[in-house]
């Protein structure tokens, strides 16, 4: 089922499939050989095989890539980008969410942004895959916490999204909401944060060109560790600032509250630049650990201002970095 908005505010519904025609018809593809193969013999680990590896396929995202918007420094190896994560709805060590969220269903699926706009839009995920053309892009994401990764992710500019909307002349801030269902995240119980997961992005920076929906990596549809089906980059910004799963996404007039921030306000800015001359208060942000090149020996790497996205810096010209960190 896929609805979108129209100005009257009345649901329109759209003839969509939840699931993928490729899937189905392979599914049917798939009885049909259980059926044939009874007859002539073929195992039924052979046929689960050949089944694994269809599901497989339905699960890849192609996209053109853009070699201009990618770092070419070596990627993250996909298992490391898959088991080391932060999804505190499913668990605060980092192999929590590799574990806990196949709980999580990623179909149906809706994106709601409303708000300062004229024209608000509810689309499906089917809707959201085929909006602009999807691109891989290799960005480095650096975590709060010291450590980075280099992932290439599948998805598109989110100003594509965000111009469809039309925003009014009010339109400041961008909210995102993620996910809040007890019954699909068990971390939800845990009071570690002011559910639900909120984070936001002043206008300018929700429209820069490098922030990216983004909507698979690795080639292939995100995992739910990793936000699926729907999550922000922002890869100039510590990944906090990446909010997963969302579901609704708000033009405000105000700066938006935002989950890290109401949890320690002194620790984590609105902002939440990539900088390593702003210490976080319990320890440096000087240099990182880049996941994969672990080992006593190595050197870790020097941070860079703005993750090394330089082209960002524009946007914070005249501000201090200090104060609005
Ligand atoms: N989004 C939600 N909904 N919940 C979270 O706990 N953690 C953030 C961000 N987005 C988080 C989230 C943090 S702290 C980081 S570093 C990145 O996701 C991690 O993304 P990754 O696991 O895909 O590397």
């Known amino acids: 089922m896929l609805i979108q908005r129209n100005p009257n505010g009345i649901d329109l519904p759209y003839p969509s499939e939840i699931t993928p025609r490729e899937v189905y018809e392979e599914r049917r593809r798939f009885l049909a050989r259980i059926a044939a193969s009874a007859a002539v013999g073929t195992s039924l680990w052979e046929m689960a095989n050949r089944e694994a590896f269809a599901q497989n396929a339905a699960q890849r995202l192609a996209a053109s890539a853009n070699p201009a918007l990618s770092t070419k420094e070596p990627q993250t190896a996909f298992k490391d980008a898959t088991h080391y994560n932060n999804f505190y709805e499913f668990g605060t060590d980092k192999s929590d969410p590799a574990e806990n969220a196949h709980t999580l269903r990623t179909r149906p699926w809706t994106v709601t942004i409303d708000g300062e706009v004229k024209k608000p839009l509810t689309l499906d995920i089917d809707r959201l895959l085929k909006l602009a053309p999807l691109e891989e892009r290799i960005y480095r994401l650096r975590c709060v916490e010291?450590?980075?990764?280099?992932?290439?992710?599948?998805?598109?500019?989110?100003?594509?999204l965000l111009k469809q909307v039309e925003p009014t002349g009010n339109a400041r801030y961008v909210e995102f909401t993620t996910l809040n269902d007890r019954s699909q995240m068990p971390g939800l119980r845990s009071p570690v944060l002011d559910w639900p997961y909120v984070e936001g992005l002043r206008m300018d920076e929700a429209?820069?060109?490098?922030?990216?929906?983004?909507?698979?990596?690795?080639?292939?549809?995100?995992?739910?560790?990793?936000?699926?089906?729907?999550?922000?980059?922002?890869?100039?910004?510590?990944?906090?600032?990446?909010?997963?799963?969302?579901?609704?996404?708000?033009?405000?007039?105000?700066?938006?509250?935002?989950?890290?921030?109401?949890?320690?306000?002194?620790?984590?800015?609105?902002?939440?630049?990539?900088?390593?001359?702003?210490?976080?208060?319990?320890?440096?942000?000087?240099?990182?650990?880049r996941i994969g090149e672990d080992g006593f020996f190595k050197p870790k790497r020097k941070t860079l201002m703005f993750n090394g996205y330089d082209q960002v810096a524009s946007l914070y010209s005249g501000m201090d970095l200090k104060k609005f960190f």
């Open 146 to 160: 010291g450590w980075s990764m280099v992932i290439p992710w599948v998805g598109y500019s989110l100003s594509n």
């Open 207 to 289: 429209m820069h060109p490098l922030t990216l929906l983004t909507l698979g990596m690795y080639g292939q549809v995100l995992p739910n560790q990793n936000g699926a089906p729907v999550r922000l980059v922002v890869p100039w910004k510590y990944g906090f600032k990446s909010a997963k799963s969302i579901v609704r996404i708000r033009l405000t007039s105000r700066q938006p509250r935002t989950a890290w921030n109401d949890s320690a306000p002194n620790e984590y800015g609105f902002y939440s630049n990539v900088n390593p001359n702003v210490d976080h208060p319990r320890w440096s942000q000087a240099s990182e650990r």
